[in-house]
């Protein structure tokens, strides 16, 4: 892998993987070995987490074309080596949550990917990708599930705090979804959400009690893309910097 | 035991302490992925 070609991108733009039941079989420990490798490096690189993890899907039957987009994270690691996290000094001490979800984007069942990542000032100090248990029937629903698992996430964080004896309040969880937030602000039952699991509805109730508040944010200020979706180059490296994971060279030559 | 000095390699990760912050990053376990896998 030291020879081959480097690449901008963790994954194509199109790059969604389906079973490929007509593909070759591949060496299934070579793959996993492969994808344990890459999942220990996700700790330091939020930028291919969502790669591995789309990948990491179909170690039990493995094709070629499964392979070849593992490599391609390998040639886009190739190309991007000294990545790494940056946590700058100085910046304002706020906790900030950002949620999202990308409806029904996995192609075999359906399901949908929750995204979500947490940012203590400009320091991304937690992220998560990850494919829904259920298969949900609209998007304010999908977000209102990723919400809730992001609250619980704050709420964590927000304990964690108070043993240093910082006490935050309606910490800002930041969702493009304006229904979601509606429906969290709101106790009407209606009926598109009657059917909405009791657990994700607690939610609600920490949005009631103050502990945190849901905001709109557009589209285009949503860090969390890069979890969900296979990106093209510029808006990926533009979302890549915005979550302060950065380049050493950068800071060495100044 | 005791190490004197700032923490510069700890677990697999590299940490650089800068004037205006902290850099965290596992290059060397990135190089050496790759040069495993071949």
């Not at chain 1, 899907?57 to 190309?79: C, F, G, P």
């Not at chain 1, 607690?202 to 009631?208: E, G, I, M, Q, S």
């Not at chain 2, 510069?8 to 495993?36: C, N, P, R």
């Amino acid at each position: 892998m030291m020879d081959c070609k480097p690449i901008k991108t963790p994954m194509a733009s199109n790059g969604h993987l389906d079973f490929d039941e007509g593909g070759n079989p591949v060496d299934k420990t070579l793959y996993r070995s492969m994808i344990g490798s890459l999942l220990y490096l996700t700790a330091s690189r939020p930028d291919i987490m969502f790669s591995v993890c789309m990948c990491a899907r179909y170690q039990a039957m493995t094709m070629e074309s499964h392979l070849i987009a593992v490599k391609r994270i390998l040639w886009y690691l190739k190309y991007t080596p000294y990545l790494g996290l940056w946590y700058p000094k100085g910046a304002r001490f706020q906790l900030v949550g950002y949620s999202d979800s990308d409806y029904a984007g996995c192609r075999i069942d359906r399901k949908s990917t929750s995204r979500g990542c947490h940012f203590l000032g400009r320091s991304l100090v937690s992220w998560m990708s990850k494919k829904q248990n259920s298969v949900a029937l609209s998007t304010a629903e999908v977000e209102y599930i990723v919400d809730g698992a992001c609250c619980a996430q704050i709420l964590d964080k927000k304990q964690t705090l108070l043993d240093y004896e910082v006490v935050l309040d309606k910490v800002p969880l930041l969702c493009d979804n304006e229904s979601a937030i509606k429906l969290a602000n709101n106790l009407v039952q209606h009926t598109r959400t009657k059917h909405i699991d009791i657990c994700h509805h607690f939610l609600r109730d920490h949005v009631a009690k103050g502990d945190i508040s849901l905001e709109n944010v557009g589209t285009e200020n949503q860090l969390t893309d890069i979890f969900t979706k296979p990106l093209d180059e510029a808006r990926f490296c533009m979302l890549r910097n915005e979550l302060n994971v950065l380049d050493l060279s950068n800071f060495t030559r100044k | 035991m005791s190490m004197i000095g700032e923490l510069s390699f700890f677990l697999g990760f590299q940490v650089k302490q800068m004037k205006e912050g902290v850099f965290i990053s596992k290059e060397k376990y990135t190089q050496d992925l790759l040069k495993g896998s071949t």
